[in-house]
C-alpha cells in the first residue's frame, strides 16, 4: 500500500530558530499534499495543500511567511517553521493523495507526523 | 462551524464488550465516509469507509452505520480488544474535496 514517510518524528529547538519537516511519499506519485496541525484533544487542522511545482494554498488564519511550504517533486514537500516560538509547538502531520486516486480512501495517506518543542 | 462532530471526547469500555464511536455531520453533500484510528505521536491510519449509497459497511471486526436522514454515522467494535484503544477521528468528503475531520474520540479498551 501507500506510504508516506515524515522526519524527523520529534525535534526540539530554541525560540527564533527554523525548523524544517519533510513529508515524502515513498512508492507513489503524490500530486497533493497536505499539512495538518494538531492540538491536544483537538482535531486535525488543515494548514495548507500544496501541489507539486505550484504555490501552497494556506487555510484561513495559517501565514504563510512563518509556515513554508515547499513540493518540488511529486515525491517530497517540506515545511518550515520559520522563527519558531514556544506557542509553534505542536504535533505536524502531513499527508499525500496520489494521483487517479483521489476519490478512494488509498489515495489520502498520512505521515507518522512530528512533535515540534519549541523551549 | 464544526461540518464534522464527535461529541464523545473519550470512551471507556471493557474488553470483549462492544465499542460505538458516534459521528455527526451538517453537510448533506457529504457523499463518502471514513474512519481513522490514531495512536499517541503517530499518524493516522485508515480503518474502514462508508460511501453515501450504502448504509451499512463491514470489515471483521468493525462495521460503520451510516443513516443519511439524520446525518449520523457510528463505528462499532465487536469484540473490543486493548489493542483498540486509541483516538478515533470520524472524517466526511465531498468528492474528491479533502476530507474534514472530526475532534476525535478516545478509546480506552480496559482488560
Excluded at chain 1, 6 to 11: I, L
Excluded at chain 1, 53 to 62: D, F, R
Excluded at chain 1, 76 to 87: G, M, N, R, Y
Excluded at chain 2, 35 to 52: C, H
Aim: net charge positive; glycine share 6%; aromatic share 12%.
Amino acid at each position: 500500500g501507500a506510504v508516506v514517510s515524515q522526519h524527523p518524528s520529534w525535534v526540539i529547538c530554541k525560540s527564533g530558530t527554523s525548523v524544517k519537516i519533510e513529508c515524502r511519499s515513498l512508492d507513489f506519485q503524490a500530486t497533493t499534499m497536505f499539512w495538518y496541525r494538531q492540538f491536544p484533544k483537538q482535531s486535525l487542522m488543515l494548514m495548507a495543500t500544496s501541489n507539486e511545482g505550484s504555490k501552497a494554498t494556506y487555510e484561513q488564519g495559517v501565514e504563510k511567511d512563518k509556515f513554508l511550504i515547499n513540493h518540488a517533486s511529486l515525491t517530497l514537500s517540506t515545511l518550515t517553521v520559520t522563527s519558531a516560538h514556544p506557542e509553534d509547538s505542536s504535533f505536524y502531520i502531513c499527508s499525500a493523495q496520489s494521483r487517479g486516486q483521489e476519490e478512494s480512501h488509498y489515495g489520502y495517506t498520512f505521515g507518522s507526523g512530528t512533535r515540534l518543542t519549541v523551549v | 462551524d464544526q461540518q464534522v462532530k464527535q461529541n464523545s471526547p473519550s470512551l471507556s469500555v471493557q474488553e470483549g464488550r462492544i465499542s460505538i464511536l458516534n459521528c455527526d455531520y451538517t453537510n448533506s453533500m457529504f457523499d463518502y465516509f471514513l474512519w481513522y484510528k490514531k495512536y499517541p505521536a503517530e499518524g493516522p491510519t485508515f480503518l474502514i469507509s462508508i460511501s453515501s449509497i450504502k448504509d451499512k459497511n463491514e470489515d471483521g471486526r468493525f462495521t460503520v452505520f451510516l443513516n443519511k436522514s439524520a446525518k449520523h454515522l457510528s463505528l462499532h467494535i465487536v469484540p473490543s480488544q486493548p489493542g483498540d484503544s486509541a483516538v478515533y477521528f470520524c472524517a466526511a468528503r465531498r468528492g474528491s474535496y479533502i476530507p474534514t475531520f472530526g475532534r476525535g474520540t478516545s478509546l480506552i479498551v480496559h482488560p
